[in-house]
């Protein structure tokens, strides 16, 4: 009974020894999760690749292929080839892909290779990025190019990679139901409403600070009369009122604000004869001596002159004197705006 089951250990041993040797090349396989698929040329094993003296394949190529479904236009597609080829083969240089536009669909975007040399092999990993680079309008199927790789060393050979299918979709449907306005084109979103009343807020401040400024700077330089419209410019307000009427009435009127302008600025009566006197105490208005005189003779003789007939007479005054009453009181005005009066006493 002992002896039986001796046999029966030391034959479970022997089989435990003979799956081990095989379950490298197998577990190297599916923990990676890559899929072998066709190639043109003998394929062979890990262990039988390890040396070239059995007679076997130098080169054991497997792949990872990408999905085959569900890309659209822009979505990138990886292809990963690994390939162990046994000393002294190497890989050629010219055989890897080079970057760039292959089809209508594709473009290959990155070639990454790496390798990694051992006592007995070489192993490469070869991994080529496309993008899809068109849009398609219903699901269409197109190929990942063929590869020929090519490998040298004591005997030169080649491999080649069959073409990969996937399918690429349109990204929206050619035709949309027609229900809910979803057929139509719809107008842009109109942009949403900012809240300005910060912004009209500090605009109105600025505006108060920029009129508080503005007045000061008035106030410093003209005084406070700026704010009050003063005799000879109220005067020019009144005649401008007149312009329009060329009846002897009007043109009276408007001698009557002049004079009520010398009057306030005089603070009294002026007559004629005070005219010196005035433009000592208002030193301002002494440019216009020669005007000031002129328009008192006008005056005199439109009220005091000639007969008493000429006065109940309806005629009308002339143009050159409107004209000149009107550029006086101008005048007068612009040296009445002016500052600096030197006021002496009578």
Known sequence: MMRVRGIAFGILILLCLVVGTRLPAAAEQNV?????????GPVATAAETASTETGGDPAYIFLSEPRPFGYVIGDLVERSITMVVAEPARLQADAIPKVGRYDAWLELRKVDLVSHEDSQSTRYRLTLTYQIMNVVPEVQSIELPPLKLSFDGAQSFTREITSWPITVAPLTPEFVLARAGLEALR??????LMDTSAHRLRLWLYAALFFIVLSTYAYSRLGAAWLVRKPFARACREISKLESSRSRDAYRAALRAMHRAFDETNGATLFSERVAVFLDK???????????????????????????????SPRKPDAASKVFLQSFCRAMRER???????????
Not at 187 to 192: I, L, V
Not at 336 to 346: I, L, W
């Open 282 to 312: 208002h030193s301002r208005f002494a440019a216009l001596r020669v005007e000031i005189e002129q328009f008192f003779a006008l005056s005199r003789d439109e009220f005091f002159g000639g007969s008493e007939a000429s006065h109940a």
């Open 187 to 192: 107008p842009d979103r109109a942009p949403s």
């Open 32 to 40: 990676t999760g890559e899929t072998a698929t066709p190639v043109t």
């Open 336 to 346: 009445e705006a002016a500052r600096g009066d030197v006021s002496h006493a009578a």
